[in-house]
């Protein structure tokens, strides 16, 4: 092929990506257009709350959290969870309070969204959504971000977006919501940046999914139960291994991650002492049934497997800071580590720099580590210190009473 061909070929993929970038990006601002004319058909119900998790895959994170916090007070409130499969938490109206749940996407979930007075959410909305002035979001966010999220993104890779539309869908997020839930001024710093927002969107008081961590560290009752409603056997430790997804590992429609550690040695080593488990990211497909590993992806509350957990191995998931608050032993399984920071995803700060003896490269590596590390000695406290330190032990009742509660009892 000669060189002018060449170059052709290449300018003709670089402006057909531009031309599909720049239809998506007026697609969603008339998407937007279309939800502020609609939201304007209904009224807003001034005693109607809506939870969403994860698009409706799981209640669970922060927004249960606060729901079992509202749900304790005398409102006499219409509760609304968004559900998007068959698995729904059991949870019980009180005090006067009504429960309904409502399926992600339909034309019930998006009236419920446009009469609802608060909404509640851990992950971006559907641009249709549209918040009216009388309204109020509270973005919980799902983690505190290792890998950069939104505008901070530096890399041009997505598979299913461009940058600029994932800017877009960022800035978007940001003008929407009135207020972001942060524990630290690590998180709060990165929130402003990925978001485009200003420091009165941001309440640093703490994450509510932590309450449980910080709160019944110690409850052997509870830890005993949740250990058997997962039937897991007794007398054993627990590992978990939770890898985040890779943006470009992505197959018919759907993100797709390996069990890296589903292999001989490591299961020959840790099977006998430890509950091997394994969860996975909610944007990602099952792992193999065979696996050695117990699979507890579709368990929909990770606090609590993380509650139950003696030893958390990941990679570059904000799963790391929350665990770092059980002070109890983490390592990062990092085999891509110059690849996903440079190429992949980028990151906000060299993290093996910062925990170096907690990084590795190779399964043999991190057998290495497992087995010379303390149990009795944590060795993530500089996480803790410096990414998880600022929350309240009881964040739910203090956003309640402080930013619910004091509107809804009237």
Known sequence: MNMTRKISINF?????VRIESTLRTIGIEIICFLGRILSHFFLVNERKIIFESFNGKFICDSPLYLL?????????????????????????AENGNKIQWVKFGTFQYYREYFTSKYWVANCRLPFLLFKKNNQVLFQTWHGTPLKRLGFDIEIDNHPTSSLKSIQQAYRIEGKRTDYFLSNSSYLTEKLKSAFCLKENQILEFGLPRNDLLLGELENQQLIQQLKNRLELPLGKRVLLYAPT?????????????????????FVDTFGDEYVLMF????????????????DVSKYPNITELLLITDVLVTDYSSI?????????????FQTDYRDYSNNIRGVYFDIRQVVPDICCDTVEELIKKIMSCDTHTSNSSFLKDEFSKDGLVN????????????????
């Open 395 to 410: 964040s739910s009742d203090y956003y309640i009473d402080n930013y619910f509660f004091k509107s809804l009892s009237k």
């Open 279 to 294: 969860r996975g990211h909610y944007f990602t497909s099952n792992i193999k049934s065979n696996s050695s590993f117990i």
């Open 245 to 265: 997804y890779r943006d470009v590992n992505y197959l018919n429609g759907e993100y797709f991650t390996r069990n890296l550690l589903d292999v001989e040695n």
């Open 68 to 92: 079992i916090s509202l749900n304790k007070k005398k409102c006499n409130l219409e509760i609304v969870i968004v559900f998007d499969s068959q698995i729904k938490t059991k949870i019980t």
């Open 12 to 16: 003709r993929k670089f402006l057909g």
């Open 320 to 332: 790391m800071f929350d665990f770092s608050l059980t002070n109890r032993n983490i390592f990062l």
